[in-house]
């Protein structure tokens, strides 16, 4: 079975440390510059969608105002406008998936992978500090 995967990112907290998180390494099709554009993303799977900071609208070449739907999203920091794209061209690996993104109204959060027409069309594993993403087998 194919699989890709991508180590832990390490990282400082105030309370336990050090801890190291799951991310993945995401290409999104950009429009402005006609390629692909690297996000680090955390794989967060209570995320039911992919979401990304604000600034990403303009990198991708999307319209918040004309592209996208306002939506509220509630999460662990309450609700929050969401200004959603239905679909995205998005890459991991050698796979490619047209997922819908949202994009929050501000800048201080990091990019999520969510769950719906992304994580959850992979078999996704957390091991040793590890994230593995595999096909799975058909039934």
């Known amino acids: 079975m194919k699989t890709v995967r991508f180590p832990f990112e390490r990282q400082r907290s105030g309370i336990f440390g050090t ?7 995401v290409d ?3 429009t402005r510059s006609c390629g692909w554009v690297e996000v680090v993303m ?6 039911d969608y992919t979401l ?4 990403y609208a303009a990198v991708l070449g999307i319209s918040l105002r004309t592209q ?6 509630a999460g662990i920091g309450g609700t ?3 200004y959603l794209l239905p679909r995205l061209q998005a890459r991991l690996g050698s796979w490619t998936r047209r997922i819908p993104v949202g994009f929050l109204d501000r800048d201080d959060v990091p990019p999520l992978l969510g769950r719906i027409r992304c994580l959850d069309t992979f078999d996704v594993r ?5 994230t593995i993403f595999a ?4 039934r």
């Open 42 to 47: 955390l794989v967060d799977t209570g995320a």
């Open 68 to 73: 996208c739907r306002r939506v509220m999203t």
């Open 135 to 138: 096909l799975p087998r058909r």
């Open 126 to 130: 957390f091991v040793l500090h590890e």
């Open 52 to 55: 990304l900071p604000r600034t």
């Open 80 to 82: 929050e406008r969401v």
């Open 19 to 25: 801890v190291y998180r799951p991310v993945a390494r």
């Open 28 to 30: 999104l099709w950009s």
